[in-house]
Each structure stands twice: as structure tokens, then as C-alpha cells.
């Protein structure tokens, strides 16, 4: 306990004497992002304020698309936004971000190198989305419905569960999940027809479409389903923080890994606030807080991540090499290839009816 | 339903002008206009909006016509909406009779207002609540398993018959207020005048009462059928593996593919579908008079 | 009539069923509002929590507060504008008149999810933008197709005879409806102000394209949070707000009289 105190309070000097840095440049600072994903923790932008003189007001968007649509139409609103790493290559291009001047932000350095160096966030040798956290979509368990967890994405095709799966409904995730279970890359899919040949037949195990955290939560308190495709941080959120009957799973097969990362948006009227947001949400000192009080997914910041306690399961679990080799991360997507998966989805649906 | 006739015949737009433009003019603002641009967009390739090169195409419109998945929707949407409105019809019809002939006084203006007071309240959270109910294990299992000798297993969650309960749910007050208003309307001594010379209970319903309540039925009917055909939120939650419908595809389009031209073309085709239903509809009720 | 007796009985008890499935939600969202779960689990354990924690939530109270207040100027608007609207329609003949009742369909019909996002763009391009206005502006539309389509079905009842008994006594146009025409369409203005409130106050998908951070409504605040952190707490204020709106309306019944009695 000694050693992860030591370095909080080393890192929490840290955060204030850089934090001490942008004080000159109050003002708002405007957030977009998940609602309940680390930036609107009132603690946290309390903390934020508190030491920057900045105010913050977070917005929210509830899906890629619409975080896309809300920057394009609100230019020089935002100051800060979280995209996705597979999105950012667009908002790039479509010139809705600006380059990052990482120079600014103390705890840059400390960004494990294989997310800080991803060529889905660095174009043309420069920097347009400092990772934040990652996750897995993987499988979790009702720890209820089995003795023993299961090792294979096999588990979700076992006739024992028939009308007690559930699967998230993104066509995406679920070409890509297909992918896994067929032994395929999920961000080189050479044959379309296993893959739905496979989900057609998962079709008649599942109970439903879960879209939201809540969802997965409520059916596994009320014991309506046994296994199904979630998220990593959730998982870990629903059996340490709610108590529920929860575990995650990640099959011998593999899991789809995404990357969350902060973008400053073009037209920006607070860089400097930005920055000293961007940084302060990459501290260790924050991500200590927020996995503690709320549970989270896994910081790109090693120091962050070295800061939890040795058997945290995002420590354990998630730092596995094992796990590390198995997992795939999600690679830009483009228009083109969403819809053709979209319209397979869309069948598997109705075809199911 | 000629009673129009005598003042209609002597005004003219000139007349009903000041009282319509207000109304009309909002609605242009904040809906023909910008519906007309989607219209506009529902002809594109792209969305100008991305900074692509985009052309006009009638190709959003032929792709309902490429692919049998639109129409099997399409059509399970109406099946839905009418069975919704119908439902509506049988549970709603009997409760606004009661309600504007047999009960009187404070009572009624009382429950007149509790009928639609539910709808205050969130729809999601109404959802939930449902789920709650439906589920294996939820409360009406419990309770019938209670009454009931023998045992049975009741999870209607995630079902079709879960997707009518929580619409008909959500639309029978409609159906109730609209069906009152002209429930009420109707004279008592003409219901006792009826039965007086000798019409039966069920004669002076169809001669009398069902005629005369027939605008009321044919409003809550369309603010009823209109709506739950392009419904997306209750199938998508309460339906589970069958909650697939027209109303979820649309919304697909718009957000998780960013397909906005194909969307707005899909709800185009729902728009003159339905309006042709309700132009076809209208005089058939009206004969029925 | 002892048939008429049983008849009318079972009419009662048929009303009160009816109730009590409109009611069976309300009753288990405010009694999980009561629950210790956030996940509405089973078995109950009391607490007031959720209401404690309303008390400190702002943006939830601050929400709240404004999608009250929208809803209120939306159903006064829509109320008067789709009345006056109705009589038009219903006294006058004109061209093109079937074309403007044909027109109060579009706005039910397309999902809201595309009249939002339609109006998003357009507030956008005419420099309307968005916020607490624009929300207005929108669920003023949403709304007025109701207030018509439900003030005309009972305008169909009047009898336009009375209206003209009124004139050859004197009275002018505003007198003729103010004593006699909007007496007699009381219940379906009434009942369109009650659909108008319902579609403003539960209204999201509109709400949720023209609201900005800090503006924003309480069904917005409620999908927000559900993606991660729904809480009983929107169970705590849905059933504040329904225990406070029965009260009201209770005691709006007990001293007017808008049922359409004579």
C-alpha cells in the first residue's frame, strides 16, 4: 500500500505545479463526451477547477455518429472531445480537429509508446488525439449460470443457453465478434459468408439487444440472461462497484480492443484550457479516483495504470502479455464497409423475426 | 357530418386567414421548412454536411425497392399499427363511453384528467417499468402463479405481445379523450328516444352512438395508427430478437451508419404510405356513417 | 331498470381496470424510486437515497425545471394557435383546404428522429441555432398537430345553428365564440392542452438535437444517463412530478367544470 501512496502523492504535486502553469489562461473549458465517462465525474471537474481556475461544461453525444454530427455544426463550441481511435482518422479528414501540441501536456511522456505512436492518432508526423483509455468488447458471465467460467466464444453457441444470450446491437461490433468466433482478423475480414453463417446461427440464442451498460445490469440483477458480449470496464464496474454476479470473460479466441483518445476540435477558443484538461484527465492521480470510485477502463498511461493496486483487476487482467496478444484493436472503418455491415446486421434481424 | 354547410359556405380563405396563418406559419418554420430540406437531402448521394462531392440520385428511393428487407418491414410496421389502433379501439372505446355516459359529475372531470396524467411521466422510464411486469419471475408471473392452482411460466418480455402491451399502453388515453369528446357530445334523449321505440340495447350502438362518435374515433385512430407505424424506441426494448421493425432500421440509418439520404428516403416512402392509408381510410369511415 | 344498474356497475369497474393498467407502471417506477437497487433489483429494500441525492443533483433539477417550463408555454401556445386554427377549418371553406389538414400528418407521421435532426440543420443554416428557443420553437410544432386534430374532432359536434341563433340576437364573432363556441369545445381544448404538455414534457429525440450543455431538459438527462449512469433518482423525480401534477389536477376538478356537462 506504501509505494502506490507514495506515488500518488508525488503525482498529485505533479498535476498541481503543472496545473499551476495554465492558470493564466481561465476561462470555459467545453467537454464532448460519453455521459458517466471520467470527464463529468463532479469530483473530478471539481478537482479540475479547482486548480486550473477553468470552468467546465461537459456535453454529451450517445454514439459516434452523432459526436461527428454535433462538431460539424457547432464549430468553435467545443474545446475538447473525445473520439474514438477508429473515428479520428475521419475527423481528420474532414478537417474537424486540430494538431495537438503535446509539449504542453507534462503527462504525454508517460503514454505507453504503442498507443502514443498509433498511426490511427498520429497523421503526417503529427498528433491529433492523446489516448486516454482502452477496453475490450469481450464476454462477461452471470456468475449464477455456471460453475465454472468458460474459456471458449464457443460458450454463446451452447444450446444450454438458448434464449438467455445477449449481444449488443452495432452491426459493427457484431461483424467483428463474428469475425473472432471464426478465426478471422477483425479489421481484414477475407470471408463474409462464415461470418454469417456463424451469427445466423447465434440468432435464435439471443434473448435481446443490449444498448446500453444499464441494460446488461439490470437483466443480470433480475437473472434473465447467462453470457453475452460487454464491456470490459463495465464488467469490472458491475461486479466491484454494483455487486452483481458479474465476470468477464476474454476467450482463447480473442476480443475486440478499442481506444478512446482526447481531440481538440478546430475553432477551439481555449487551447490552453484544453491542453491542461486533456492532461489532467490522463494523471494518475485522477485514474486512480475514477477506477476507486467508479470503475474504469484501462489508462493509456502506464504510470496511471502502475499507480492501481498490484491485483486491480485492470492491473491483472487487462495487463496479462497473454491477453495482450490475443486482443485485436479496431482499425478505422470506412463509410462504405459500415453500411455493407449494417445491411447484413439489418437481415440477421429480420431473418430472426 | 354536413353540419359545416350552412357557415362554411359563406367564408372564404380571406376570412379564416388571421385565425389559420398563426398556426401554420409556426408549423413552416419549424417543420415544413426543414422537412423540405430533408426531402432535398433524401435526392443526394452524400451529405453535403462531410465536405464530399456529392450528386442527385434517385437511388435511396430505389434501394427500398431492391431489397425484400424495407418491404417485410414496412409491412410488419403497419400490421403493428394496426393492431395497436385496434386494441386502442377495444380497450378505449367502452372506457370514454362509461366516461361520458354514466359517470357524472366531479368524478368525471377527474378521471378525464387521470387518463392522460401516466403520459407525464418518461416513456423510458415507463419501459423499465414494464420490464419489471413482463419478465419471468416479474410481477405478473408472480401474481398468476399466486391465483392460480397449477403452475405456469409467463415471460412475455422480449416478445411481440410485449411490444403491443407497452404500445397500446403508451396510445389508449389518445383514444379514450378523442373518443369522449364526441361520446359526449351526444344528446341523451336521443339514445332514450331510440330505445323507446323499441331499438335494442345493441341497435341505438350501431344506429346511434357509434355514427354519431365516429369523428372522435377516426381522430384517435390516426393520432393512434400514424405514430406507432414509424415506431422505434418500444419494439427496439420491449421486443428483443422480434423488436425489428421499419421505425428501427430508419433509425439505423441515421445513427450508426450517418446514411442520412437513405434515411429520410425511407421515411419519405412511410410518410405517403401512410398518408395514402388515411386518405383511403377516410371516406370508408365516413360511408360507414 | 335493473339491467341499466348492472350495466352502468360494470362500466365503473371496467373504468377502474382501465385505470389501474395505466397506472401499473407509475405504481412500480415510484416504488423503485423507494428501492436500494439501481438496477431495480428484487428483493425490495427500502430507502430514501434517491431522493436525497435528487436534492444535490442540479442539472437534474435544473432540467427538470426547464422541461416544466417549455411544456407550460408550449401547451398555452398550442393551444391557442391550434384552436383558432381549428375554427378556421371549421368554419370556412376554401382551396386547398384538405391540403392544410393533410398537412398536420407529416409532423406525426415522420419519426421524430428525422424532424429533429431536419430541424437541427435548418435552425443551423437560418441562424436560429440551438437551445432553450429553438426547443420551444420545436415542440410548439410537435404539438399544434394534436391540439388541431383533437379540437376539430370535437368541434364536429357543435351545431353551427347555435352559433348563428347567437348572431341574429346580436352577438358579434368574438361574443359568438367566446359564449357559445368555445363553451361548448372546452373538453377537446382541455384535452388537447393535455396531449400538448404530454408531447412537450416527455419529448426527446427534439429536445435532444436543440439542447446545449447546461440548457438542457429532463427526458435529455434521462437518455444521457443511461448509457452509464442511470440512478432511481429519475424514478424519484417522475414520481415527484406525478404526485404533485395529481394534486393539481384533483383539485383543478374539484372546482371547474370542463367535462362538457350541461
Not at chain 1, 473549458?29 to 458517466?36: A, I
Not at chain 2, 422480434?242 to 430508419?250: E, L, N, R
Request: with cysteine.
Amino acid at each position: 500500500m506504501r509505494m502506490p501512496d507514495l506515488t500518488a502523492l508525488l503525482t498529485a504535486t505533479a498535476v498541481f505545479t503543472s496545473a499551476f502553469a495554465f492558470t493564466a489562461q481561465a476561462g470555459e473549458v467545453h467537454v464532448l463526451n460519453w455521459k458517466g465517462y471520467g470527464a463529468d465525474e463532479p469530483w473530478a471537474v471539481e478537482a479540475f477547477e479547482k486548480a486550473t481556475g477553468n470552468k467546465v461544461i461537459n456535453d454529451f453525444f450517445n454514439s459516434e455518429q452523432e459526436m461527428l454530427t454535433k462538431i460539424r455544426t457547432n464549430p468553435g463550441l467545443y474545446d475538447v472531445v473525445m473520439i474514438n481511435a477508429a473515428f479520428n482518422d475521419q475527423a481528420m479528414a474532414e478537417k474537424l480537429i486540430q494538431p495537438i501540441d503535446t509539449s504542453k501536456l507534462p503527462n504525454y511522456a508517460d503514454i505507453s509508446k504503442d498507443k502514443a505512436g498509433s498511426p490511427m492518432l498520429d497523421h503526417d508526423g503529427k498528433v491529433y488525439g492523446v489516448p486516454w483509455v482502452w477496453g475490450l468488447t469481450a464476454l462477461a458471465i452471470n456468475e449464477k449460470s455456471f460453475d465454472k467460467a468458460p474459456t471458449s466464444i464457443a460458450e454463446m453457441w451452447d444450446p444450454a443457453h438458448k434464449g438467455r444470450v445477449v449481444i449488443r446491437d452495432d452491426a459493427v461490433e457484431a461483424v467483428q465478434f463474428g469475425a473472432i468466433a471464426t478465426g478471422q482478423n477483425i479489421n481484414d475480414i477475407k470471408d463474409m459468408d462464415a461470418v454469417k453463417t456463424k451469427l445466423t446461427s447465434l440468432m435464435p440464442q439471443i434473448k435481446t439487444f443490449w444498448s446500453s451498460e444499464n441494460d446488461w445490469n439490470q437483466m443480470v440483477a433480475s437473472n434473465q440472461i447467462d453470457i453475452g458480449t460487454y464491456w470490459s470496464g463495465s464488467a469490472d464496474r458491475a461486479k466491484t462497484h454494483f455487486k452483481l454476479p458479474v465476470s468477464l470473460v476474454i476467450p482463447q479466441e480473442g476480443a475486440v480492443a478499442w481506444l478512446d483518445a482526447f481531440s481538440i476540435p478546430v475553432g477551439s477558443k481555449n487551447v490552453g484550457g484544453a491542453e491542461a484538461f486533456i492532461n489532467y484527465m490522463i494523471d494518475p492521480k485522477f485514474y486512480v479516483e475514477w477506477v476507486t470510485k467508479v470503475g474504469a477502463p484501462v489508462s493509456a498511461n502506464t504510470k496511471a495504470v502502475e499507480a492501481l493496486p498490484e491485483d486491480a483487476f485492470n492491473r491483472k487482467v487487462m495487463g496479462d502479455p497473454e491477453v495482450a496478444k490475443r486482443i485485436q484493436f479496431q482499425a478505422p472503418i470506412t463509410d462504405a464497409q459500415r453500411e455493407v455491415y449494417l445491411a447484413l446486421w439489418q437481415q440477421l434481424k429480420v431473418d430472426v423475426k | 357530418m354536413a353540419a359545416h354547410g350552412a357557415v362554411a359556405a359563406r367564408g372564404g380563405l380571406r376570412k379564416a386567414l388571421p385565425l389559420l396563418a398563426p398556426a401554420y406559419l409556426w408549423l413552416t418554420v419549424a417543420i415544413f421548412l426543414p422537412l423540405s430540406a430533408m426531402v432535398f437531402f433524401s435526392f443526394m448521394t452524400d451529405l453535403p454536411l462531410t465536405g464530399k462531392p456529392w450528386a442527385f440520385t434517385l437511388g435511396n428511393y430505389a434501394a427500398f425497392f431492391s431489397q425484400s428487407l424495407y418491404l417485410t418491414l414496412l409491412l410488419a410496421s403497419l400490421r403493428l399499427g394496426l393492431e395497436v389502433t385496434l386494441w386502442c379501439i377495444v380497450i378505449g372505446y367502452p372506457a370514454a363511453y362509461v366516461l361520458a355516459k354514466v359517470l357524472k359529475g366531479r368524478s368525471r372531470e377527474a378521471i378525464f384528467l387521470l387518463v392522460i396524467l401516466p403520459f407525464w411521466s418518461n416513456g423510458l422510464v415507463r419501459i423499465f417499468s414494464w420490464a419489471m411486469v413482463l419478465r419471468e419471475g416479474g410481477i405478473l408471473d408472480t401474481a398468476l402463479n399466486a391465483v392460480l392452482p397449477f403452475k405456469i411460466n409467463i415471460d412475455l418480455m422480449y416478445s411481440y405481445p410485449a411490444v403491443i402491451i407497452g404500445l397500446v399502453h403508451s396510445y389508449v388515453p389518445y383514444m379514450v379523450l378523442t373518443c369522449y369528446l364526441t361520446l359526449q357530445a351526444i344528446d341523451d334523449s336521443l339514445i332514450e328516444a331510440g330505445r323507446s321505440l323499441g331499438a335494442s340495447r345493441l341497435q341505438v350502438l350501431k344506429r346511434v352512438i357509434i355514427p354519431l362518435s365516429m369523428p372522435g374515433l377516426v381522430a384517435g385512430a390516426a393520432l393512434i395508427f400514424v405514430p406507432v407505424v414509424g415506431s422505434f424506441m418500444e419494439p427496439r426494448i420491449l421486443g428483443g430478437r422480434t423488436g425489428t421493425f421499419y421505425g428501427t432500421v430508419i433509425e439505423d440509418q441515421f445513427v450508426a451508419v450517418f446514411n442520412w439520404p437513405l434515411g429520410a428516403a425511407l421515411s419519405f416512402i412511410l410518410l405517403a404510405v401512410v398518408l395514402v392509408i388515411l386518405a383511403v381510410a377516410s371516406p370508408v369511415l365516413r360511408r360507414a356513417t | 331498470m335493473a339491467t341499466t344498474r348492472i350495466l352502468e356497475g360494470l362500466g365503473r369497474l371496467y373504468v377502474f381496470m382501465l385505470l389501474a393498467f395505466l397506472y401499473l407502471p407509475i405504481i412500480i417506477m415510484a416504488l423503485m424510486s423507494f428501492n436500494a437497487s439501481p438496477f431495480y433489483q428484487l428483493p425490495f429494500e427500502w430507502t430514501v437515497d434517491w431522493y436525497q441525492s435528487l436534492w444535490q443533483n442540479g442539472q437534474l433539477i435544473s432540467a427538470t425545471w426547464n422541461s416544466l417550463e417549455i411544456a407550460v408555454i408550449t401547451t398555452i401556445i398550442s393551444v391557442v394557435l391550434g384552436t383558432a386554427a381549428s375554427l378556421a377549418l371549421y368554419r370556412y371553406e376554401f382551396r386547398g383546404k384538405k391540403l392544410l389538414q393533410a398537412l398536420l400528418f407529416p409532423p406525426i407521421a415522420i419519426p421524430w428522429l428525422i424532424t429533429g435532426t431536419a430541424m437541427l440543420i435548418f435552425f443551423f443554416g437560418v441562424g436560429i441555432g440551438r437551445g432553450l428557443f429553438a426547443i420551444l420553437l420545436g415542440h410548439v410544432a410537435l404539438a399544434l398537430p394534436y391540439v388541431i386534430v383533437v379540437v376539430s374532432a370535437r368541434l364536429q359536434t357543435f351545431a353551427p345553428e347555435l352559433e348563428e341563433a347567437a348572431r341574429s340576437l346580436g352577438a358579434n364573432q368574438w361574443q359568438v365564440t367566446a359564449r357559445v363556441t368555445l363553451p361548448w369545445i372546452m373538453p377537446g381544448v382541455i384535452a388537447g392542452g393535455l396531449f400538448a404538455f404530454a408531447v412537450s414534457f416527455d419529448q426527446f429525440v427534439v429536445s435532444y438535437f436543440l439542447s446545449t450543455p447546461g440548457q438542457t431538459t429532463l427526458p435529455v438527462e434521462i437518455y444521457a444517463a443511461i448509457r452509464k449512469g442511470f440512478t432511481p433518482e429519475i424514478n424519484a423525480v417522475s414520481t415527484i412530478i406525478i404526485v404533485v401534477s395529481m394534486a393539481l389536477m384533483l383539485l383543478t376538478a374539484r372546482f371547474f367544470k370542463f367535462g362538457g356537462e350541461k
